[in-house]
């Protein structure tokens, strides 16, 4: 009894179905041979065909063209091995699609018709699937080719995008990093501004607290002199009659510097004012550089990661265009950052000015508080002075007085006992007519002293004037003086500038004197100083004519005419070197 098994087995990737009939006899050990052979070849063909297709998905279609081609022409020549053998073609596993197996004759040594027409619908049908598998081999080559031109063009994109963008790429962080130390040298430069503007603050804040300890001693000293003028004698007040308008003059001008103060302090309060936001406006664009360098980080970051996507993988648009986005967010944030920079320093050369100019208005309170210094000073010193003078003149009288009281009684005396002799008849008229003309004398003295303190305190007012005429117009005739040269450089220029003076309070002239037109020389303004230079001189001859009056009139008091004397030259010497420095700036901008 023969056994039939039928075994189904799978193949190329398409899934043949193969029903594999095998006739089994326990006689012939041949058979057994070669269906096992068969078998083997059917594998190593499966295998060779799942080769082909991996070649294929590898870009070998020729390789796998030559390798289909070999197996179809092994197969050719088994089937031709097999179809030449006779009996033994029953042996050898035939695939069939759609047929359960193959019907043998009864005689083993032929085949019958019926077997030849199924070797015939198998070789058809196997030439059907070859034809198949040409056109599928066909269409996976076409599909290769498309894919290896789509690699081409990939590889050729890939090396424009390594030899244009990674370039530019690279530029641009190289251009960033830059940007970056700029803003980290900027960021140095800011904060040394800002320590050097806090240093500024502080001398300031240091002189203004030195001004109002010195304004606190000056309003002492000055009450003091008050006391002293208070508690002085009536004669002392009948001397320097014009000091209490002096007061009244100096606590005007205290009054003006603690005005001063005032606003210097309210200057002081807005400049820290000003700080704390330039700090706050600094710590806003630290951390903005802060953000930039992490954002330059991540960037970098991504750059170097682009870098190593770039070796292996395509290199997209999107990718492109994302980068050159960013780039572009990055170069705006760059120049936004570079224009707040340009305005702050900016912002620091305006406050820094402002600071230099308050550092000058600061110097001129100092000066001016130098000079009330002076000026009390001088008045205290006048006063000690006159009363000085005054003890001194009464011992005078007092002594005069007494050697009268004792010569008279003397002179009584030695007219009744005895004739005196001539020459004390003549010293005793002498005194009775220097004693008749004592009074008038005195007088005469009490008034040129007080002449001469009123010329002391014209003089004093005179150089104060002067003081802040010179401070005034000093700027103006620096600025004309710079307008000259400008217009001298310019060349022959027919028009005429204005220079507009403000806050002129010294004779009180009005605030605001308008307008003083120049051309090249400044005529009216050298003919202003002309008329002061006129007022001096007049002062200083006047001065010498009450000295010469003072020195031939109080001979016969001696001390008092030396003092009185003294004070004149004095007075005297100061209009000349009023005189001398009236001569420089007139001689200065004469020119």
Not at 279 to 307: H, Y
Not at 440 to 457: C, D, G, I
Not at 487 to 515: N, R
């Amino acid at each position: 009894m023969k056994a039939v098994r039928s075994s189904l087995s799978f193949g190329p990737p398409d899934r043949w179905k193969i029903f594999k009939i095998t006739v089994l006899s326990p006689q012939n050990n041949r058979r057994e041979k070669r269906r096992a052979v068969a078998e083997a070849d059917e594998r190593a063909n499966s295998s060779a065909l799942a080769r082909l297709y991996s070649a294929m998905d590898s870009r070998h279609a020729s390789l796998g063209r030559r390798t289909l081609e070999d197996i179809r022409q092994k197969r050719a020549a088994e089937k031709l091995s097999k179809t030449s053998s006779g009996p033994d073609l029953s042996k050898a596993s035939i695939p069939i699609v759609h047929h359960v197996g193959m019907r043998k004759s009864e005689s083993a040594s032929r085949l019958s018709e019926s077997d030849v027409g199924d070797l015939v619908a198998q070789i058809k049908d196997l030439e059907r699937k070859n034809a198949e598998l040409e056109e599928q081999n066909k269409n996976l080559a076409s599909m290769l080719e498309t894919k290896e031109a789509g690699g081409d063009v990939l590889q050729k994109r890939l090396n424009d995008l390594e030899k244009n963008t990674v370039p530019s790429l690279r530029k641009a962080l190289k251009d960033v990093a830059m940007e970056k130390d700029a803003a980290v040298v900027g960021r140095e430069d800011l904060s040394a501004q800002l320590r050097t503007l806090k240093k500024r603050l502080k001398d300031a804040e240091e002189e203004q607290y030195r001004a109002e300890e010195d304004a606190a001693s000056l309003r002492a000293e000055l009450n003091m002199i008050q006391q002293q003028a208070m508690s002085g004698t009536l004669s002392a007040v009948t001397a320097i009659a014009n000091s209490p308008d002096q007061i009244q003059t100096l606590e005007k001008e205290l009054a003006s510097l603690k005005f001063e103060l005032q606003r210097e302090s309210q200057l002081r309060q807005q400049e820290r004012q000003q700080l704390a936001e330039e700090q706050a406006r600094a710590s806003t664009l630290t951390s903005e550089k802060q953000e930039l360098e992490e954002k330059l980080e991540a960037i970098s970051r991504k750059a170097s990661e682009v870098s190593e996507k770039v070796a292996g993988k395509e290199f997209s648009l999107e990718d492109k265009e994302k980068l050159e986005k960013q780039l572009h967010d990055m170069a705006v944030v760059i120049e936004k950052l570079e224009s707040s920079r340009q305005k702050l320093l900016i912002e620091i050369d305006s406050q820094s000015s402002e600071i230099e100019r308050l550092f000058e208005e600061n110097s001129n309170l100092s000066s001016s508080y130098q000079e009330s210094m002076s000026i009390s000073v001088h008045w205290e010193n006048q006063v000690k002075d006159c009363l000085k003078q005054n003890e001194e003149l009464r011992g005078t009288l007092d002594k005069l007085r007494t050697d009268q009281a004792k010569g008279m009684p003397e002179s009584h005396e030695g007219r009744d006992n005895e004739t005196g002799s001539a020459a004390y008849t003549t010293e005793v008229l002498s005194i009775k007519v220097s004693l008749i003309n004592l009074p008038r004398r005195q007088s005469r003295a009490e008034a040129l002293s007080a002449e001469v303190l009123q010329l002391s305190a014209r003089l004093q007012q005179s150089t104060q004037a002067y003081n802040g005429l010179a401070h005034l117009y000093k700027p103006v005739l620096r600025n004309i003086e710079s307008s000259l040269i400008k217009l001298k450089q310019d060349g022959p220029v027919t028009g005429v500038a204005i220079v507009t003076l403000h806050d002129v309070k010294a004779f009180h002239i009005a605030e605001g004197i308008g307008q003083i037109r120049f051309r090249y020389t400044c005529d009216e303004a050298i003919e202003f100083l002309d008329k002061r230079r006129e007022l001096i001189t007049n002062g200083a001859s006047h001065a010498r004519q009450v000295l010469l009056e003072v020195n031939t009139e109080l001979d016969p008091l001696g001390h008092r005419s030396k003092t009185v004397l003294f004070d004149g030259c004095r007075l005297a010497n100061q209009f000349q070197a009023l005189e001398a420095e009236e001569d420089g700036p007139m001689k200065i901008n004469g020119k």
